[in-house]
Structures are given as C-alpha cells and as structure tokens.
C-alpha cells in the first residue's frame, strides 16, 4: 500500500502547503508517491524527493496544460482507481480541497477537508487498510475542532494550512509517467484567461495591518487609518461589520470569510473581536487593540491595548510618528 | 434563466463558541442564526442574474424546520420559489447532504425544467466540508467550478466566471448548465423592503423529504479551539498612549 500525495502547483510553481501534506504522510509510514499534473510541474521532482516522495508520477495530457478542477479531479481519481492507495492526501487550500472534492465525488468515496491530526490507529497493522482513523479537523475557519471517524478502503483528506510543520527527508524519488483518459468536457472547466494583480504588499502578506471595524463609523473616517497604515508601510483591512455597510471593499475583510493577515503588528481600532474576525488575525505576531470598552473581546485576546476613541488615537499616533522622523 | 441557490442555516456566535454537555453540537440557547455567508452572496447572485436576465429564482436548503427562516429571508430578498428538505437532529454528513440535494434537484427539473445555473457557497461556515456543491454537480453530470467571485452571462450558453488566485485572478468559461461555488466578496448583499419582507410571508414553502444512507465520516465530538490566553499590556488611555504606541512600534522594528 502506499500513499498519494497530490502535489498543489501552479503552472510549474509548487505551493508551500504540499510539502507539509507531504510531510503528513510520511507520518503514516507507508511509501509515498506524489502525483504531479501536467507537464509544467515535471521540474518539481528533486523538491518533492527533498521532502520524502518515493516515487513522483507525472500525468501527461493536453487538457492538464493549465488548472481545470475536473481534468485534475478524475486524473487522481483514475490514478486511485489503479493503484488503490491506503489515502490521497492533498493541500487544504481552495485548489487542494475542490481536487479532493471531486476524487470524493467520481469514487463514491467519503472526504475529509482540512484536517489538523489523523490517528489511524492500527489501521495500517492489521488486514485492512479500511479500517477507520479517528481525523481531528477544524471547522468555522478554525474557532473550533472535530473530532470524527473516516470509513473508507482509500481515505481522502486535505491537510489545513499550518497543521504540521513542513521538513525535509532527502531522498531520491523514480519517476513514473500517467496517461489519463480525458475527453473533450473536461476542457470545459479549465482556466481560459489570467489577470495579474500588480506587485506590492497584499492584505496577506503586509508587515503591518491597521484594521477598522464599526466603531470607525464612516468611509471618510477610514483616513486616518489609511495614513498611519502608509506611515508604516503596511495596509488597511477592516471586519465584515464594515464590508456589509458597504464602507470598503471585501478585499479589505479581515477573517473567516475574508483574509487570513500575519502581520507582525496588527493594529485593531474599534474592533470587538467575534470570533470569526479573530480566527483571520490570530496568526499576527502582535496585536494591538483600541477600543472605547474596555471589556471588548479584542480587547482581552490582545497582546497590548489603549482605551479610548480610535479618532483621537489613531490620529495621535500618526502625529507622533511625524514628529519623531522630524525631530 | 432558471437559477437554483442552496443554502445553510448556521449558528451566528459571538465572541467565543461554546459547546453542548454532550460534545455533539454548538450550544444554540442563546444564538441567532444565519444564512452562511457566501451563501448569503450566492442568494443576492441568484437575485442579480434574474433581474438582469429575466427568469427566476429557487431556493433549497436541506436543514431542521427552522431553517424556514432562511428559505424566507431569501425570499424576502426577491427569490421566488423556496424548497426545504427537512431533518431530524444532527447535520447529514457531506456525502448524504449531497446525494439528499441531487435527488430532490432531478425531481425538480423534472417538473419544471432544468435550472440553467446552481449556486452553492464555497464552504458552509460551520462544518467547512467544501464538497456538497462538486458532488451534486458531479451527479447532475455538470461543470463545477468554486471560490467564484464573479459571474457573467455571456450569451450563447456561456458563463464567464472569476476566481482569485494567490497571483490573481482566474477566468473560467463555462458551459451552461453550470453550477458554481460562491465566495463572500462576490458582490453585497442588499436588506430585504418591507414589501419584500410581506411577500416571503406568504410564500409556500415546497417539501421534499429526503431518503438516503449516510455516508463514510461520522463526527464522534466537538472540542474547542485551542486559545492563546494571555495578560494584556494597556498602554494607555486615550491620545495621551500615542508616545506608548510609537515606542512599541520602535521596539517591534515595524517603523
Ligand atoms: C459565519 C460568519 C462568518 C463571519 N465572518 C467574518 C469575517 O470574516 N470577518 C469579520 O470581521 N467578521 C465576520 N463575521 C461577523 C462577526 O461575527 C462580527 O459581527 C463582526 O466581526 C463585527 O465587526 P466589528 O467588530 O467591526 O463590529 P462590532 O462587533 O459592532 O464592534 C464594534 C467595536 O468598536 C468599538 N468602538 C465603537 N466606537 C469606537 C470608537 N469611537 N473608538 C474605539 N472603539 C470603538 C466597540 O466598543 C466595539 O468593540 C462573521 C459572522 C458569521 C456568522
């Protein structure tokens, strides 16, 4: 038995969250082979290796030139349906998921999306590979854990993001090569067109995020805050009480819905911090919050806070910074 | 154009989700409950694609009684025709949810004609399972594609539909009839009229009642997050913690 790693790539640019799926099945025990789709990805072979694939197969078809949720849905499902292995397991990202979704849908089999920890519990030592794992993965964005059982002869399941630390096991992989059988229709779903978003810092990848929610009170009222996020070079996001007014754009939503910010300083100002919002910031290395309640739930999770209205507060920064960088 | 949306009534908790005695559930006693958000989106598309290009607008939702709510909430919102699949107890797991949902969209179509497009959200919010939308679609022999933020009607039975990638953004072209997962940000919800509000009072709400087999994930509990719990350092009340702040800001090497 072994087990199938769906390697996440973009036209030949593999995605940081394969190599910790990689790393998670490794854990199992089992040999791992690592499916590649399309020829662009056939360069990733010696990464993979680096991070303990056994063997990397490499599917070849015209209609794998670029992503297409279906062509690559049933090109893992036909490689399952061949090789039958103990369990895919794939990145939890939007691509990771929606591939494991349709593997799930074409073999009838059940899926488990976003898994933190699996304990598969002898299931490997005894008969049957299809005895059950006890899966624990997370639900509401992160706010809240499940624990459940997977019952399957292959066992589907995505890895969240961060849910195990990628490391190295170098090795050399053989490479195999995939011909799948795809038809016209699959070409139906694959991308037709790209828009390239202009460099710079993104809510994502900003040093410093300075987020407004409804104690902001207005769009106009966002300036401040857009200034001092300028001053220190890093972006506004702002909570869904803010997106739903229509005062900014989605783009800016911090959360479960939204973006997940890992800035190193994230500054809250009248934020109250639901749970949803949280679970999008909580990978800040620093949270600052500004609030009129003392009591307020971003309040208490933060690392640092000041009491008080974010329209003298913020403004007072920004006007201290100033007369820092003068002085 | 006959569009389709599928909903899912979930909790809308707070500041902390709090679980019930006996590890099965979110403790619901004293929460409001919502549509889930990118279905929220997927309601106001289904209410755009119409008003743009005539036709009408069903909503499903496989759920307990009370998700009736829901069902009328989008009706409010301008969506003709409301479809509840009861159940009895406990969230069906993904693969039952899907099948239940296929079923009742064959009978559907077979008495009113094919939905040109169906809308899901990406993910409910609360069981996050990402894979109700691709199995029915996949049954119904169907394109999929998911995390949509954009959708246009290009004519001769195309749809052209946007997704956002670490890079950009995707453009698919896809053949109706089509099903798409949508994402929140898509476009902005609009608040019901008092005359939308009347009107989803008086609708009648369709059953069908759905008879399938569970499928292979069983939840066994729920267990809370871990929190990192921590002392919080105030610096200050009011303009006069500016100077606080921006020593801080020096300390964290962010200026
Ligand atoms: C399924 C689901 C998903 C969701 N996803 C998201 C998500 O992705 N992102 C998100 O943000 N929310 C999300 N929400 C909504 C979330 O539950 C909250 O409703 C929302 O985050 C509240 O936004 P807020 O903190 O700006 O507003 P409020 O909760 O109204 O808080 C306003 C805060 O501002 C403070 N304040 C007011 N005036 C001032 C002032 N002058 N100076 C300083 N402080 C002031 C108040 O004390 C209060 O703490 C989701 C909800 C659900 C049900």
Redesign the interface.
Known sequence: MSILVVVEH?RGTV?PATFEALTAARSLGEPVHAITLGASADGLVDQLAAHGAAVVVQAHHDLLAD?G??AWGDTVAQYVGHTSPSAVIATGT?RG??V???V???L???????CLSFDTAGAFDTAGAADPW?I?R???????????????TTKLV?MTHHAVEATESPGIASTESFAPSLEPWHG??????????AAGVTLATA??VVGGGRGVGSPEAFAPLEDLASL???VVGCS?AV??N?WR???D?VG???TRIAP??YLACGI?????HWVGA?AS??I??INTD?EA?M???????????LH??V???A???RR?RNA | MRVLVCVKRVPA?????N?TADGLA?DTAYLAFTTS??EECAVEEAVRLVEQHGGEATVLTLGPAEADEQLRYAASLGVAKAVLLPIVGADW???RT?AAIATAIAELESADGPFDIILFGN?S???????VG??V???LGR?????IKGIEVVGDGTVRAR?E???????????TPVVLGV???IN??RYPTLKGRLGSKKIEVGQIVPDVAA???????????AE???A???????????????D??EE????
């Open positions: 973009d995605a992503y949720p279906e939007d998921n929606e494991l979704a349709h799930g849908a074409i009838d089999l059940p899926f488990v999306a976003n006890q624990t997370v639900r509401w964005g992160g706010s809240l854990l499940e624990q459940c059982e997977l019952s399957a995505t139906r779903s694959v991308v037709v067109d790209r828009v390239e978003r040093p410093v220190l070079g890093g869904r997106t739903n229509g754009n989605h783009t939503q479960q819905t939204g190193d300083i109250s911090g639901a749970i949803q909580m290395k620093k600052l919050a003392p739930n309040v208490a999770k933060a690392d640092y806070a000041v009491i008080g209205d003298q507060v403004p007072a920064i006007a201290e910074i820092r | 908790p707070g500041a902390k989700i679980i979110i958000p990118h797991d993904p693969q899907a993910e919010a609360d069981s996050g399972g990402f894979q691709v199995r679609a996949r049954s394109p999929i594609v998911n995390g997704r990638s670490e890079v950009g953004l995707e453009v698919y072209a896809l053949p994402k929140e940000g902005l919800p499928g292979g994930q069983r939840m066994v509990t729920l267990l809370p997050a990192q719990v921590g919080t350092t105030i610096l200050g009340h009011g303009p006069d913690a500016a100077a606080a702040v921006v801080l800001l964290l090497g962010v200026l």
